[in-house]
């Protein structure tokens, strides 16, 4: 890896999303920090109040009106559900929708579950998650006149901007990494969050 140079700034987006990573991070910056005074660090975070002796730097942001509709407990399959809930936020507006699911092997399955209603609407349906090409990951958030309804992994709720959406449908589920201590393996699941 590289050295930092000697008048560095290092950023740290999203800080509010502890991980052990950007808190390791963290603690090494300070370290390094402390040895150097020309190390600058810049923490941005959408709740974070303060941190110790930093000077603290606010920008204001637009607030927008948001409409919250639930939908009823289904026993149907995830696909069907993502469906009516598409087919309904096609109907009720002019813009992109936004549709979270848990992961690849969902997204793919309401993606073929919703290719009537978005086909009426005149729509077009693209999946948006990490193993996709980054050409491919540019068709979902690239500004667009045409409409879209872009199946996603949570990927697209703090790391990615889509500008146009108008209606966000959220699962409910995500795909969750859990470690089990009793076998010491670590396993990909799906959970409510």
Same mark, same amino acid.
Not at 3 to 12: I, Q
Not at 110 to 118: G, H, P
Not at 132 to 151: F, N, T, Y
């Given at each position: ?28 910056? =300070? ?8 190390? =600058? ?66 997204? =793919?399955?309401?993606? =073929? ?81």
């Amino acid at each position: 890896g590289g050295s930092l140079l000697e008048n560095s700034v290092v950023v740290l987006d999203e800080f509010h999303e502890r991980h052990l990573e950007t808190d390791l991070a963290f603690a090494l910056l =300070r370290d390094r920090q402390a040895r150097s005074k020309n190390l =600058r660090l810049l923490i941005m975070s959408a709740t974070l109040a303060e941190c110790s002796d930093a000077p603290l730097i606010r920008a204001a942001g637009r607030l927008f009106p948001v409409h919250i509709e639930y939908r009823p407990h289904s026993a149907a399959p995830l696909e069907e559900q993502a469906a009516a809930a598409v087919a309904h936020a096609l109907t009720q507006t002019k813009k992109h929708v936004l549709v979270f699911l848990p992961g690849a092997a969902e997204i =793919r399955n309401a993606i =073929r579950a919703c290719q009537v209603a978005a086909r009426r609407a005149g729509a077009q349906l693209l999946p948006l998650y990490g193993d996709l090409s980054p050409d491919q990951q540019d068709l979902a958030v690239a500004p667009s006149s045409s409409r879209k309804v872009i199946c996603s992994t949570n990927v697209a709720e703090s790391s990615v901007t889509i500008d146009g959406v108008e209606a966000v449908i959220d699962s409910g589920f995500a795909r969750v990494l859990s470690y089990s201590p009793w076998n010491g393996l670590s396993r990909l699941q799906v959970e409510k969050i």
